[in-house]
Structure formats: C-alpha cells, structure tokens
T-cell receptor, first 115, second 117 residues
Framework: AAGVIQSPRHLIKEKRETATLKCYPI?????VYWYQQGPGQDPQFLIS???????DKGSIPDRFSAQQFSDYHSELNMSSLELGDSALYFC??????????????FGEGSWLTVV | AQKITQTQPGMFVQEKEAVTLDCTYD???????LFWYKQPSSGEMIFLIY??????QNATEGRYSLNFQKARKSANLVISASQLGDSAMYFC??????????????FGIGTKLQVIP
C-alpha cells in the first residue's frame, strides 16, 4: 500500500538559507500534518491542513510557512534558517472522514541539517 | 499541562519476555484517540496500535496490545514475546478533537526500549 512520501530525505543548508520540504500524503487522505523532532525530543506539531485549508497551527516559527496544493501534496517552506532548525521533519496524513479516519500515518521524515 | 505522560525514559527487557510501556493522558474531550508509535534509530515513525475512547475492547495488533483503562486515563502498551528488533523509542500519542472536527496528535516524550539477547 502507498505510504506518505517525503522528499528530500536528507538536506544540508547553511544558516540564513531557505529550504523546502515536500510531502505526498496517502491517496484519498484529506488531512496533512507537519511535525518537527529535534535531537532526543518528541515530535512537535507545526501545522495541519484539512482539504487544503489550514486547520490548526502549533509551534511553527514565523519564518516557516506551509501550504497544501490542489493535488493534496504539501510543502513546508523554511526561510532564514538557524542552527536550531536542524531536526527531523515529519509529514503525516489521515482520513478524517470515514471509518478509517482514526489512524495517522507518518512519512519516513526529512533530515534537515543547518550548518 | 502535559497531555501525555510517559514516565519511563528507558527500559530493558529480556528477549522473548513481555514488557509494558506506561502512558497516561489528560483530556477533557469525550472523543479522543490514543496511539502508539515505534521509532527505530533510523528515524521513521511506525504506527503500531490505536485505541478510540469509545472502544470497549482493548486494541490488539499481533504482539502489541493496548491496556486501556479509561477511568485511570491510562493507555499502556504491552509487547509480548519481545524480539531484538523491538529495540527502539516508543511514543504514546493522543488525538484531540478541535472545533470543526480537525484533530492533531500530541506526543509524549517517549520510552527507549532495549531488548537484551
């Protein structure tokens, strides 16, 4: 079965640069989530989209923005990168409508290193 | 207030034995979901098991079972017959209902499980 696809898997950027992470949710899933996991930390919720509309916002810095496109893929844009942005970034998707809407599946994550 | 509490930073278990990972949660919502995820050292977040707040039966998925005690607000994960490949970080998570039905997942800090041969 198709899973959540994230790209790139690994990314190295310098301070003050910009990075874009992409996420392709499981087909027919209507909700996408972005999480940030720092070294040794639990995943922290950044932002979510339901049917291409932003549905909730967590601890996402103002330097970050995200959107979901008509084909349901999502992109997380990070500007003016700081060393502290180095983390594993997860995208997850779920289907809120229907009986299978309870499980949230995660992608394999994108490792961002800021040097 | 912490929504998900995992009080065991690390645990050891002998191969082939059972182990219980503790999780307590806090929510005022009547409708919520509880999850366990496994994160090996490679980093991916693997879904293990789900329990809905209205589910009367404890969830089971192969060697994983969730000991759901609603009154105590606990959702412990039981892994039977531990295998070396079970060594990983385990996260308990909860899904809250928000206005409009959109739901996000909040994670605990995790428990690192090491299976000893």
């Amino acid at each position: 079965a198709a899973g959540v696809i994230q790209s790139p898997r690994h990314l190295i950027k310098e301070k003050r640069e910009t990075a874009t992470l992409k996420c392709y949710p499981i087909p027919r899933h209507d909700t996408v989530y972005w999480y940030q996991q720092g070294p040794g930390q639990d995943p922290q919720f950044l932002i979510s989209f339901y049917e291409k509309m932003q549905s909730d916002k967590g601890s996402i810095p103002d330097r970050f923005s995200a959107q979901q496109f008509s084909d349901y893929h999502s992109e997380l844009n990070m500007s003016s990168l700081e060393l502290g942005d180095s983390a594993l970034y997860f995208c997850a998707s779920s289907l809120l409508r229907g009986n299978s809407g309870n499980t949230i599946y995660f992608g394999e994550g994108s490792w961002l290193t800021v040097v | 207030a912490q929504k998900i509490t995992q009080t065991q930073p690390g645990m050891f278990v002998q191969e082939k034995e059972a182990v219980t990972l503790d999780c307590t949660y806090d929510t005022s919502d009547q409708s919520y979901g509880l999850f366990w995820y496994k994160q090996p050292s490679s980093g991916e977040m693997i879904f293990l098991i789900y329990q809905g707040s209205y589910d009367e039966q404890n969830a089971t998925e192969g060697r994983y079972s969730l000991n759901f005690q609603k009154a105590r607000k606990s959702a412990n994960l039981v892994i039977s017959a531990s295998q070396l490949g079970d060594s990983a970080m385990y996260f308990c998570a909860m899904r809250d209902a928000l206005g409009g039905g959109y739901q996000k997942v909040t994670f605990g800090i995790g428990t690192k499980l090491q299976v000893i041969p």
